[in-house]
Each structure stands twice: as structure tokens, then as C-alpha cells.
């Protein structure tokens, strides 16, 4: 069985910081969506296993995704945050094939972690 558990969303003021984890069972290509009420679920972060990474260009420069392959745990680096990244966090595996940001690439969702962000 497939299981990812997400940890480390809650409340910041704008400009805040936080640090999302992911914990496991497959730990192959992966990566962070978020969706926000009443939009698309879109994708933050990706990361193969060796360390290869994309993100969205609304991130860039503020989010770092990286992973632990010993611990089998990936995280999410979310520094300077904004109102506009208020939204559940997912944590999903992605299968070998297809585009890092569609998230029919993904195989196995966790149940997603909340942030919110203050101005």
C-alpha cells in the first residue's frame, strides 16, 4: 500500500515562513499542488530522485522543494508567503511518465495540509 502524510501547514502573517513535510511510502518522482476554494488544483513544486527540480513561477525564489531519500520524506521550504498562497498543500507520487505539472501525472495523493496566510 501506497501512503503520503503530510505535516507543517497553519497560520502565518504575510512575509512568514513555513515547512511542510511529506512522509512516504513511495518515494520516486514527487511533488506539492495546492488549490484554493473554487480554483483549479495547480502544481507548486517537483522533484525526481536525484535532485532535479521545477516550480511554478508564482513560487520562485521563495519555495525550495527538497527530499531526504534515506527518510523518505520530501518538504517544502515556503519562505516569504503571501495571502495568494493561502490553499491545502498536497503532497502526490508521481509515476515515471508525463508532465511535472499535470496532476494526472501523479499516481498517490496525500489528504493535504492547510495554509493560511495573513496580511
Known amino acids: 500500500q501506497v501512503q503520503l502524510v503530510e ?6 502573517q504575510s512575509g512568514g515562513s513555513l515547512r511542510l513535510s511529506c512522509t ?7 511533488g506539492w499542488f495546492r488549490q484554493a476554494p473554487g480554483k483549479e488544483r495547480e502544481g507548486v513544486a517537483a522533484i525526481g530522485y536525484y ?15 527538497s527530499r ?3 527518510k523518505n520524506t520530501l518538504y517544502l521550504q515556503m519562505n516569504s508567503l503571501k495571502p ?10 508521481k509515476r515515471p ?14 489528504q493535504g495540509t492547510q495554509v493560511t496566510v495573513s496580511s
Open 84 to 93: 495568494e498562497d493561502t490553499a491545502m498543500y498536497y503532497c502526490a507520487a
Open 7 to 12: 505535516s507543517g501547514g497553519g497560520s502565518v
Open 51 to 65: 535532485g532535479s527540480t521545477s516550480y511554478a513561477d508564482s513560487v520562485k525564489g521563495r519555495f525550495t522543494i
Open 24 to 30: 512516504a511510502s513511495v518515494y520516486t518522482y514527487m
Open 97 to 110: 511518465e508525463g508532465p511535472w505539472f499535470r496532476s494526472d501525472s501523479y499516481n498517490y495523493w496525500g
Open 68 to 70: 531526504d531519500n534515506a
